[in-house]
Structure formats: C-alpha cells, structure tokens
C-alpha cells in the first residue's frame, strides 16, 4: 500500500531544514522555500496519473496558512489546524499544491491518493516521511499487502535481510536474549500491520533508536526490504 523509493532524499529534506533556513529545499516530489516567517511547500503530482487527494499528517499541531492548487482544485476537507489533513478534488499530472505552514513545520507524512470506481482510495507514488513511527506503520501496511500478494517474494526478502545483517543481528539477539530472526518471522508471516508495527517498534526503542536517522544510518542494511515494499 503506502510506500516510499528514497529515504535518503528525505533525511536530506531534514538536515536541510535544520541548517540552511534560508535555501530551496528538493525532495523526490516536494519542495520548501522560506518566505519570511513561513514555508512555502509544493507538492508535485509526480506520479503519471490524476491525483484526487493529498493526505499529511504532522506529529504536532500545525496551522496551514494559505493553500493554491495549479493544475487543478484541492480543497481541504475538515479545518486548517490540526495533524491530520485531507485536501481532496483532482489534479492533473504534474500539477502542483502549494501550502503554506508556520516555520520549522514538516510533515511526517505526505501521500497522494486516488479514488477508483468503487469510491476507494488507492495511493499514488511514493509517500514521503520523516517520522520514525510512520516508517513502523508504513513497515507493517507494505509487508501484510505483499505477504497477501507474493508470500513468496516476502520470505525471500527477509532471508536476505538476515544474511546481510548476520554478524550484526547475531550480536543484537544475543544482547537481548532472543534470536532476532525466530522472534520475527512468525510475526512477519500472521500478525496484521498493527502487530508488525508494534513489534518494530518495540526492537526500536530496545535498541534506543529515536529517530528515522538512527534507524537508516546505523549499522542494519534495510535495502533487501526496501526494495522488495517498493521502498
């Protein structure tokens, strides 16, 4: 379901906005420029298709200032203060919805969506995060949508996960007691998203992982999962 191609980019996006305020910040579909005391943020339909909905959420309460769609109209369905928001309608690919946000504002999650005949949302693309409790989510909805689609592919990339890790994930189980990799795999193969989720980030705060940083720089080679959720 909800996936992303470049983690990178985002960690980029981040240190960015920590220490050029005044400079145009690019992400794989996402730019911010700084006028005065608010970020101007684009989020560009990238994705070769109509958009019909662009969902964020913020960890903190945010006010969104000012909104434009070009290429099409997005209007915001619910209030402008909040974590959560929906701006729904259509825009064309490669439109563009500019919105405006108090500084230091970043979004924990952006997706573009779409709604197919039957009135589901369908997502568009790749999300952008910057939280590392959306990349646990985001762990749990990829990995029950290709359990459900390819169980196959699934287990092929874990056993890759383990063997690129092996010397690293042999330290940590025996540091916590537990083999990593008898622990998870039940997990992986029969809990539903939200048990995934929880798991991650049980291992996460164990391992006293407190950032989305943390998690992709340090010593775990993620790439066999990312690759295989489309990440």
Excluded: C
Aim: charged share 10%; aromatic share 10%; net charge negative.
């Amino acid at each position: 379901m909800i996936r992303t191609k470049n983690l990178w980019l985002v960690l980029g996006l981040v240190v960015s906005l920590s220490f050029a305020a005044s400079a145009a910040v690019v992400a794989p579909w996402i730019e911010m420029h700084i006028a005065g005391d608010t970020a101007v943020w684009f989020f560009n339909n990238t994705t070769d298709e109509a958009a019909n909905i662009l969902h964020l959420e913020f960890e903190q309460e945010v006010a969104i200032t000012h909104y434009i769609a070009v290429g099409g109209n997005m209007v915001p369905m619910g209030l402008l203060t909040g974590t959560t928001f929906d701006f729904a309608g259509a825009l064309i690919k490669s439109g563009t919805l500019e919105i405006d946000l108090p500084l230091g504002a970043v979004p924990a999650l952006a997706q573009w969506l779409k709604m197919d005949e039957a009135g589901n949302t369908i997502p568009l693309g790749s999300p952008f995060f910057t939280s590392l409790s959306v990349l646990g989510r985001l762990f749990g909805i990829g990995i029950v949508a290709l359990r459900e689609s390819n169980p196959v592919a699934l287990g092929a990339a874990f056993e890759q996960f383990f063997t690129d890790n092996a010397d690293y994930l042999a330290g940590l189980s025996e540091s916590l007691g537990m083999s990593l990799a008898d622990s998870l795999m039940p997990i992986i193969m029969a809990s539903p998203a939200e048990g995934i989720e929880n798991f991650f980030n049980t291992i996460m705060g164990m391992l006293g992982v407190t950032s989305l940083a943390d998690a992709v720089t340090g010593s775990v080679d993620w790439s066999s999962l990312f690759v295989a959720l489309g990440m």
